[in-house]
């Protein structure tokens, strides 16, 4: 018996907000998720805070012409699990550090947003997959987390957000994602969408002949340290109650 949560629809989930770093981020990580989301009625918002300007394509893009080409494929990839309203912060990529502005950068999302949920990065490193603890990844899941608690909810935290009317919010709870943290998300009837979410992002995924099969592979992985039966898909999260 395996004493991992999984995720259930509940009524008081109804706005949930995810914080990544670079454009196809959510869709590696937890696209699938997203969907089992949007399907259950939670409106949902993404906040990139970079457009992936120094993505590892092998173009001869310049950095403006990359970030709106990654900035476009987003947004068709958000599409594709239902969700319409994106925010790009337009941080450096490859540059992400835990400053005092991104913290309030992000707090100025949750805020305008007000969500019931927000979803991130993971801000520790992963000895065992060093390609998923990108610098920018863990300082991205870092500056929410600290956005979340304490600036979003501190009247006193960034007195300019207060003069451009943006009320402070409390987010009830957060998802770390990254692995099964004792928290989880059955993705089996959402991997689909899931992958097409992935193949809008052309740029950095039209050379791999093996995207469906390496996503399955990760899913079916963790579905199984989920406790799930046999054939089935899972995201993996560390869910932390923040109010």
């Given at each position: 018996m395996s004493d991992v949560e999984l995720y259930e629809a509940r009524p008081e989930l109804r706005r949930a907000l995810a914080v990544v770093a670079h454009p196809d981020d959510i869709d590696f990580g937890m696209a699938g998720t997203i969907a089992r989301l949007t399907s259950d009625g939670v409106e949902v918002s993404y906040c990139l805070v970079t457009s992936g300007d120094a993505g590892g394509d092998s173009s001869?893009?310049?950095?403006?012409?990359?970030?709106?080409?990654?900035?476009?494929?987003?947004?068709a990839a958000a599409a594709e699990v239902g969700?319409?309203?994106?925010?790009?912060?337009?941080?450096?990529?490859?540059?992400?550090?835990?400053?005092?502005?991104?913290?309030r950068d992000i707090a100025r999302v949750i805020r305008r947003w007000r969500p019931d949920l927000v979803l991130t990065q993971n801000p520790e490193r992963n000895w065992e997959r060093i390609f998923a603890s990108h610098p920018d990844?863990?300082?991205?899941?870092?500056?929410?987390?600290?956005?979340?608690?304490?600036?979003?909810?501190?009247?006193?935290?960034?007195?300019?957000?207060?003069?451009?009317?943006?009320?402070p919010h409390v987010v009830p709870e957060v998802w770390v994602g990254g692995s099964v943290n004792g928290f989880a998300v059955d993705i089996t009837d959402t991997i689909d969408r899931k992958i097409a979410?992935?193949?809008?992002?052309?740029?950095?995924?039209?050379?791999?002949?093996?995207?469906?099969?390496?996503?399955?592979?990760?899913?079916?992985?963790?579905?199984?340290?989920?406790?799930?039966?046999?054939?089935?898909?899972?995201?993996?999260?560390?869910?932390?109650?923040t109010a």
């Open positions: 001869t893009l310049n950095y403006e012409e990359r970030a709106r080409l990654r900035e476009s494929e987003q947004g969700v319409r309203d994106l925010s790009f912060l337009k941080y450096p990529d490859g540059r992400v550090e835990v400053t005092l502005d991104l913290r990844h863990t300082a991205a899941g870092e500056a929410t987390l600290r956005a979340v608690y304490p600036d979003a909810r501190n009247p006193h935290a960034f007195p300019e957000l207060l003069s451009e009317g943006l009320e979410a992935l193949r809008r992002h052309e740029s950095q995924v039209s050379g791999r002949d093996d995207l469906e099969e390496m996503v399955r592979g990760w899913a079916a992985a963790t579905g199984e340290l989920a406790g799930l039966a046999p054939g089935r898909f899972a995201e993996g999260f560390r869910r932390v109650i």
